[in-house]
């Protein structure tokens, strides 16, 4: 069983930039349909990355522009780089299958954007 492990949230200003990363227990980017997911207190948890497997992207219209996801295979490691980030991206983010895996759904990293 595949296990994902997301890391590089933190606490960042209004404009400011991070690079989260999944990291894969197998090899898995290269087969399946993959995103970051989020979800803000309160908020249903959605998605606003895909990356397919044949490694075209396409981003939710709050984060178009401004989110980049992409992957490493050698590695097993997928990314979502974040510019320019407003109050409103915080919230945890995952990563998972498209449509998501039950099982796959890690502990998430926590992004707080901040003044």
């Known amino acids: 069983q595949v296990q994902l492990v997301e890391s590089g949230g933190g606490l960042v200003q209004p404009g400011g930039s991070l690079r989260l990363s999944c990291a894969a227990s197998g090899n898995i980017f290269t087969s399946y349909t993959m995103g970051w997911y989020r979800q803000a207190p309160g908020k249903q948890r959605e998605l606003v990355a895909t990356?397919?497997?044949?490694?075209?992207?396409n981003y939710a219209d709050s984060v178009k522009s401004r989110f980049t996801i992409s992957r490493d295979n050698a590695k097993n490691t997928m990314y979502l780089q974040m510019n320019s980030l407003k109050p409103e991206d915080t919230a945890v983010y995952y990563c998972?299958?498209?449509?998501?895996?039950?099982?796959?759904w890690g502990q998430g990293t926590q992004v707080t954007v901040s003044s």
């Open positions: 998972n299958t498209v449509p998501r895996t039950a099982t796959l």
């Open positions: 990356i397919f497997s044949y490694g075209s992207t």
